[in-house]
T-cell receptor, first 111, second 116 residues
């Protein structure tokens, strides 16, 4: 099936640092979604992107839908301890059913 | 309100048991989904219901049987499961299942299933 390449796989940062992660694909997507998942919980939607080039913010989070419709990035500014978790990108392929997920970025904040 | 609820939160069952997972949403969404998620892996799509009809079955074994009694409810019936079926089972819903970019999915908290 189609794959999303999400990187980095994990990040070890200091509190207060900015974070950047991205997803790329060889396929074109209609929609890009970014989720955060805490252990034992379901993914929580952070940002949804629907148009190529769209740049959307949600508090300290900013995400963009790549102009080619094949990639997206998520930035987190001034990280805090509660940002710890696994971040998944997910995309809706043109004409497809369901979502294609990236493999996740595990964010760890060091004291 | 973007809440999807799932019960039970945890379930332990033997390989000969029959059990059911339940999912509910009151957002007026017409598409509902079941996903299976193993530890540190992304969710894997199992089933999609659109307007209460099964539209996608991603080659899931018959020991998993979905049911959509109405537009707000989604069940997953389990029978004769194997230990490798132990996972977090996630339900999600979206406004539509059109493939036109308006299918933002909202997830429930999941049911942690352990098969002994």
């Amino acid at each position: 099936g189609q794959q999303l390449n999400q990187s980095p796989q994990s990040m070890f940062i200091q509190e207060g640092e900015d974070v950047s992660m991205n997803c790329t694909s060889s396929s074109i997507f209609n929609t890009w979604l970014w989720y955060k998942q805490d252990p034992g919980e379901g993914p929580v939607l952070l940002i949804a992107l629907y148009k190529a080039g769209e740049l959307t913010s949600n508090g300290r989070l900013t995400a963009q839908f790549g102009i080619t419709r094949k990639d997206s990035f998520l930035n987190i500014s001034a990280s805090i301890p509660s940002d710890v978790g696994i971040y998944f990108c997910a995309g809706q392929l043109v004409g497809a059913d369901g979502l294609t997920f990236g493999k996740g970025t595990h964010l760890i904040i060091q004291p | 309100d973007t809440e999807v609820t799932q019960t039970p939160k945890h379930l332990v069952m033997g390989m000969t048991n029959k059990k059911s997972l339940k999912c509910e949403q009151h957002m007026g969404h017409r598409a509902m989904y079941w996903y299976k998620q193993k530890a540190k892996k992304p969710p894997e799509l199992m089933f999609v219901y659109s307007y209460e009809k099964l539209s996608i079955n991603e080659s899931v074994p018959s020991r998993f049987s979905p049911e959509c009694p109405n537009s707000s409810l989604l069940n997953l019936h389990l029978h004769a499961l194997q230990p490798e079926d132990s996972a977090l089972y996630l339900c999600a819903s979206s406004q539509e299942q059109s493939g036109l970019g308006i299918d933002t999915q909202y997830f429930g908290p999941g049911t942690r299933l352990t098969v002994l």
